[in-house]
């Protein structure tokens, strides 16, 4: 493989619709765990939810949009769910709430009992689920190709310059609408929370039903990255699972946690990375190593740098060491 190729594949990861639905999952933990101190260890729970609402829905005959507001309703109703029993109380119950809710949530998806709507372990093909997010496109319809630079994609499809538009579309609206919502009255109440919740409760905020938000509308951010994470591809209950919530956690500290524009950045930086390393080993150790092991060695990488982070550097890139401790009750 050529320099310039591995180059252009780092490259085309930057504006993936995958680096996209990364980074709207980051944004949703961000809102969690950045603003409020919420240790969501489970956002790969809520993108099943969403990446199972939105299939479901389409197959059942819902029209695009009609499925992605059940995706979202199913991330809603999941934070509810979890937050009810968890809220009110200190410590680490959150984080253990919802790493086991999002691995019940992935065997459900593999139960066979359900495999009449989830697809069991095999999952949903993507050609089931995806006709009414392409009918959409107004770019000319496949074959047809278009470059950018060294970048080359057909124009509709799977992987493909409008499913590329609309993820990052929805990640800027994404943005914009956390950059709102943290300047406003609301979202100091919520700084304040992370900082001091004794504090805030004794100024006679309802606590609990502002985390209850907060944890509602990140798991409507993760429930919504669920459904443009699996417009590439097909809905596979096991490569959304845990491996897929440290992902998300490496993604947010890489960028900065508590920052605008540090789940975007930690996104694109962390997958043009992750290409390079993978592309690299396997030009490089060709015939040493087999591409199960670079991709076994990708992950080991992936754990080693979220190890780094928090301990050498847990503001990230874009965040400021005095404003967030990596000190959550």
């Avoid at 109703?77 to 959150?94: E, H, K, M, N, V």
């Avoid at 490089?284 to 092991?293: A, H, N, R």
């Avoid at 076994?296 to 404003?323: A, C, W, Y």
Wanted: proline residues 3%; glycine residues 12%; hydrophobic residues 55%.
């Amino acid at each position: 493989m050529e320099l310039s190729r591995i180059l252009t594949q780092a490259l085309a990861e930057l504006i993936a619709p995958t680096t996209a639905a990364m980074a709207l999952a980051a944004i949703g933990l961000n809102l969690h765990f950045g603003f409020t101190g919420l240790l969501n260890m489970g956002q790969a729970g809520f993108m099943l939810l969403g990446a199972y609402g939105f299939g479901i829905a389409t197959i059942s005959g819902a029209p695009f949009w009609l499925a992605l507001l059940v995706s979202l309703a199913a991330g809603a109703l999941f934070a509810f769910i979890l937050g009810l029993p968890t809220l009110q109380l200190r410590g680490d119950y959150l984080a253990i709430v919802t790493i086991s809710a999002a691995e019940i949530i992935r065997m459900l998806g593999r139960a066979t009992v359900f495999q009449e709507w989830t697809g069991g372990a095999a999952g949903l093909t993507g050609n089931s689920f995806k006709a009414t997010f392409q009918d959409l496109s107004f770019l000319p319809a496949a074959p047809e190709r278009g470059a950018f630079g060294p970048l080359e994609y057909v124009f509709t499809g799977s992987d493909s310059w409008w499913t590329r538009l609309f993820a990052w579309a929805v990640v800027l609206i994404a943005v914009l609408v956390i950059w709102l919502l943290t300047r406003s009255p609301w979202g100091r109440v919520l700084k304040g929370i992370r900082e001091d919740e004794d504090a805030v409760r004794a100024l006679g905020k309802n606590v609990f039903s502002y985390k209850m938000q907060a944890l509602v509308l990140g798991g409507m951010c993760g429930s919504l990255a669920g459904m443009l994470y699996v417009l590439p591809r097909s809905i596979a209950p096991d490569s959304m699972g845990r491996s897929l919530t440290f992902f998300v956690w490496t993604v947010l500290l890489l960028g900065g946690a508590a920052t605008l524009f540090g789940p975007v950045l930690g996104s694109m930086l962390f997958f043009a990375v992750y290409m390079l390393l993978r592309a690299g080993m396997r030009e490089g150790l060709e015939g040493i190593v087999s591409s199960t092991m670079v991709e076994q060695i990708g992950g080991l990488l992936v754990g080693v740098t979220l190890m780094l982070l928090v301990i050498f550097r847990p503001q990230g890139i874009l965040g400021n060491k005095k404003e967030l401790a990596f000190d959550v009750r």
